[in-house]
């Protein structure tokens, strides 16, 4: 049996000193499957993803990430561990002081990738996501839906095991929201573990994928639903290269 | 255009993406970094001039000696003659003495000049039973053991003094020491400052930039890099301030010098610093810089320990 990429167990999750904003989750996520987390706004989608990309410590309970007990881990192991987890952020998150092409290059760069096949490969995921024309141009300048499409395209330059959306689709229109979930569906064909927080029921219910929803910081599961029809076809993206720590 | 080329220099594996001298703020640190230094270094190489003139003077290595020769005589012609080979048993002692560069024995309108201001310049003033003044020059660097030398100046020609200014160079001397002390509080006190000043700036850095600093946290780069990231930026801008202000000082200080320099010989001691006082002034910018960077490497290391 293979191991879960994720595991929680009874995990609590609080801000400092204030009150504790998710209570006793427990869930797995296979290699290789697709989940969506959903929930209202304010249910504890984004704090529980900062748990899984390793950006907060819980409060308590146990997180297993690729096997490792995040409790016992050595810091110095984490970093390789965050490297092979992709994270596209609600906000973007670009660095405005560098061009579109450097903010996708930037993992592989702290990856310590060879400068060749960085440019090569950021050159071919921007080119992917239909932005090759816009690469020497700074965030800034671009618009909501190209922003997203350039975190996307940094969040999986480093082929990671694990790909972790917040709220991915909540700067675009539906079109390119599902065209975006065509192609989150494409990377997991490729092997990549998917988990993305929405709370676009609509856009949930078009795809076959079960659900983890929080209320009130308190997780349940449910199984996948039909698919709608012709939910197919987003091209797969160019094969990036596996880096150190990255998924093969 | 290559990335190598281009991201390749500002994302070097020893050197993650900062874009910290984009933060307006930091702008003005190498400006306060040179203020500092200035100071610094101001105040160190007058601590230094101050201990090595207190040194001087308390050596009673000032170059002079005043020896007084009594006239114990009577006022006629042989009286002076008797006075005259007091005066020249003494000198010829005194010549004989390792250290003396040349003995000057003042002429009598010389002596009667020097109590002008006390008795006037009456002729009245020429018929006083006035010691002979006999100027010292002493060999530069040269010990003399004054109450020696006063022992065998008065066997030879009893009644002969011997000054070496050390009563009025021992209050100077103290006064010294004590600016002196005081001046090394300053230079502690701007030491401190220096750092105060790296560490606010520092964390004003990394208000600005948490967002990034997380971010990169969490795409998987180690704590060092991100530390030695800020660190190197620090280390740049400390040197850069700490260039200018030492070149302020350095202008400054010559100035200073140089108006020393004009005030009348034996006034005060030439003081020139020593090749290791100027390595000392050398190293203040420096170590600013080094305490910059150490700082701001502390500084980050602390808030990424509180991450995950």
């Avoid at chain 1, 390789?80 to 903010?103: A, H, T």
């Avoid at chain 2, 000054?163 to 509080?185: G, K, M, N, Q, S």
């Avoid at chain 2, 991100?226 to 010559?254: C, D, E, K």
Wanted: hydrophobic content about 50%.
């Amino acid at each position: 049996m293979r191991e879960s990429v994720v595991r929680f167990e009874n995990v609590g999750m609080r801000y400092g000193v204030g009150a504790e904003v998710l209570h006793d989750i427990r869930f797995e996520l296979a290699p290789g499957s697709f989940h969506f987390l959903t929930g209202p706004s304010g249910a504890g989608k984004s704090s529980l993803l900062r748990l899984v990309y390793l950006a907060h410590r819980p409060s308590r309970g146990l997180i297993h990430i690729f096997g490792h007990d995040i409790a016992t881990a050595p810091r110095e192991r984490l970093p390789l561990l965050r490297r092979r987890i992709g994270v596209v952020f609600q906000e973007f998150r670009l660095l405005d002081s560098l061009s579109v092409l450097e903010n996708v290059a930037l993992p592989l760069r702290i990856a310590g990738a060879d400068p060749e096949e960085i440019e090569k490969h950021a050159r071919e995921l921007l080119e992917w996501v239909g932005l090759g024309a816009q690469m020497r141009a700074k965030p800034s300048t671009l618009s909501g839906g190209q922003k997203q499409r350039v975190a996307i395209a940094r969040a999986v330059i480093n082929r990671p095991s694990l790909l972790v959306a917040d709220e991915p689709t909540g700067n675009v229109d539906d079109e390119i929201a599902v065209r975006l979930l065509y192609l989150f569906e494409e990377l997991n064909r490729l092997g990549t573990t998917i988990l993305i927080a929405t709370h676009n029921d609509s856009l949930v219910a078009r795809f076959d994928h079960p659900e983890l929803h929080l209320l009130d910081g308190e997780l349940t599961v449910r199984a996948g639903r039909p698919a709608h029809p012709g939910a197919r076809g987003a091209p797969a993206p160019a094969a990036a290269p596996a880096t150190d720590g990255a998924a093969s | 255009m290559r990335l190598g080329g281009t991201i390749g220099a500002r994302l070097g594996r020893k050197r993650p993406p900062l874009p910290l001298a984009e933060d307006p703020g930091r702008k003005f640190v190498p400006w306060l970094i040179a203020l500092v230094v200035f100071l610094a270094a101001l105040a160190l190489a007058g601590l230094m001039a101050l201990a090595d003139i207190a040194a001087t003077w308390d050596r009673g290595l000032i170059g002079t000696l005043t020896v007084q020769v009594p006239d114990n005589s009577r006022a006629d012609a042989a009286g002076r003659a008797a006075q005259a080979k007091r005066v020249d048993v003494a000198v010829a002692a005194l010549k004989a003495t390792q250290g003396v560069a040349s003995v000057r024995v003042l002429e009598a309108k010389e002596t009667a000049a020097l109590l002008e201001p006390w008795l006037g310049g009456g002729a009245y003033v020429a018929s006083l039973p006035l010691p002979s003044i006999v100027d010292v020059q002493l060999e530069v660097g040269t010990h003399i053991n004054v109450a020696g030398l006063t022992e065998l100046l008065a066997a030879q020609v009893p009644g002969t003094t011997v000054d070496d200014h050390r009563r009025w160079t021992d209050r100077l001397v103290t006064i010294l020491r004590a600016i002196e002390a005081l001046a090394a509080v300053v230079v502690a006190l701007v030491a401190l400052a220096a750092v105060g000043t790296i560490v606010f700036a520092t964390r004003s850095a990394l208000a600005v930039h948490a967002e990034t600093i997380e971010l990169l946290h969490i795409i998987g780069a180690e704590d060092e890099a991100i530390a030695a990231s800020f660190a190197q930026q620090a280390l740049g801008l400390g040197l850069r301030g700490g260039l200018i202000g030492l070149i302020g000082a350095v202008v400054a200080g010559s100035g200073i010098a140089f108006a020393f320099a004009r005030l009348p010989a034996g006034l005060m001691p030439s003081v020139a610093l020593t090749p290791l006082e100027v390595a000392a002034l050398a190293l203040v910018p420096l170590t600013v810089a080094a305490i910059a960077a150490l700082t701001a490497r502390a500084t980050v290391m602390a808030s990424l320990k509180r991450m995950l």
